[in-house]
């Protein structure tokens, strides 16, 4: 059975830092590429930071130099370092798994940066 479960999520101040996880299971993660998006409240869901199974990565333009994903495929998990941390960054982040044209997605946690 594939899982992806999300952790790390919370409430932060601005300029604050979260560390968000990805834990997988049910499939060989080694060989997927791992995305991170997000979703606002009434806002497309939007890809945030992406990593090959290579370890290439890319990030959204907004995200560019205060975020960090990495993987680690010995403990199947993925990870979204934030930093500096901005109102406009509270939303919904979603891990997802892909592999040519098989999605997994995980259920998302919450990440709230408020004063």
């Known amino acids: 059975q594939v899982q992806l479960v999300e952790s790390g999520g919370g409430l932060v101040q601005p300029g604050g830092s979260l560390r968000l996880s990805c834990a997988a299971s049910g499939f060989t993660f080694s060989n997927y590429a791992m995305n991170w998006y997000r979703q606002a409240p009434g806002a497309e869901r939007e890809l945030v930071a992406s990593i090959s199974y290579a370890g290439t990565t890319n990030y959204a333009d907004s995200v560019k130099g205060r975020f960090t994903i990495s993987r680690d495929n010995a403990k199947n998990t993925v990870y979204l370092q934030m930093n500096s941390l901005k109102p406009e960054d509270t939303a919904v982040y979603y891990c997802?798994?892909?592999?040519?044209?098989?999605?997994?997605w995980g259920q998302g946690t919450q990440v709230t940066v408020s004063s």
């Open positions: 997802k798994a892909r592999r040519f044209a098989r999605d997994y």
